[in-house]
T-cell receptor
Framework: SQELEQSPQSLIVQEGKNLTINCTSSKTLYGLYWYKQKYGEGLIFLMMLQKGGEEKSHEKITAKLDEKKQQSSLHITASQPSHAGIYLCGADLPYAGGTSYGKLTFGQGTILTVHP | NAGVMQNPRHLVRRRGQEARLRCSPM?????VYWYRQLPEEGLKFMVYLQKENIIDESGMPKERFSAEFPKEGPSILRIQQVVRGDSAAYFC??????????????FGAGTRLSVL
């Protein structure tokens, strides 16, 4: 099973609609990173969250980390075709003997399609 | 300020040949990470390096794969005697610092390796 579970796996919305993507861990998240990937390209950093209850926004994208630091959500308001792509959450997870110090674990990604 | 540069973008090798993938980190970044993205498995950590040192290679296959980050020049991921199962997208990322919830990793566009 995945250490980080993303839901949904894919999402198709009409332009202008709001949407939410979730990222859930069975372990405490020390740091949570959201990235966006366009097909065939690299990952673009969106936001980093580290404190329980933290919320960050950039343009129409808002990301939150819950108080227990085991789940994060990414919310897009008034979606546009430019928001289409694959959204990935990555995390610093605890490992035996300490934390990873660099090793990010990623969810399997959420494919977002926005119809004009 | 150039981002993370990877080359080549596409690499075709026949079974048994060697593949060399190069990564130049962002200016001012001394931490380099390699990840592999397989179609059905998502993005997986391979190795974390600093200049002249391998810090964490827990994600590297035990045989045929090696990585280096010399004092001068790019980081190299080397795959000897490639097999069809090595076909994947290989991403390099770099960060300015390391540590829990500190190391925002910036990714290159990736090298897509195809093994015939």
């Amino acid at each position: 099973s995945q250490e980080l579970e993303q839901s949904p796996q894919s999402l198709i919305v009409q332009e202008g609609k709001n949407l939410t993507i979730n990222c859930t861990s069975s372990k405490t998240l020390y740091g949570l990173y959201w990235y966006k990937q366009k097909y065939g390209e690299g990952l673009i950093f969106l936001m980093m969250l580290q404190k329980g209850g933290e919320e960050k926004s950039h343009e129409k994208i808002t990301a939150k980390l819950d108080e227990k630091k085991q789940q994060s959500s990414l919310h897009i308001t008034a979606s546009q075709p430019s928001h289409a792509g694959i959204y990935l959450c990555g995390a610093d997870l605890p490992y035996a003997g300490g934390t990873s110090y660099g090793k990010l674990t990623f969810g399997q990604g959420t494919i977002l399609t926005v119809h004009p | 300020n150039a981002g993370v540069m990877q080359n080549p973008r596409h690499l075709v090798r026949r079974r048994g040949q060697e593949a060399r993938l190069r990564c130049s980190p962002m200016k001012g970044h001394s931490h380099v990470y390699w990840y592999r993205q397989l179609p059905e498995e998502g993005l997986k950590f391979m190795v974390y390096l600093q200049k002249e040192n391998i810090i964490d290679e827990s994600g590297m296959p035990k045989e045929r794969f090696s990585a280096e980050f010399p004092k001068e020049g790019p980081s190299i991921l080397r795959i000897q005697q490639v097999v069809r199962g090595d076909s994947a997208a290989y991403f390099c990322a770099s960060s300015r610092t390391a540590g829990v919830a500190k190391n925002i990793q910036y990714f290159g566009a990736g090298t897509r390796l195809s093994v015939l």
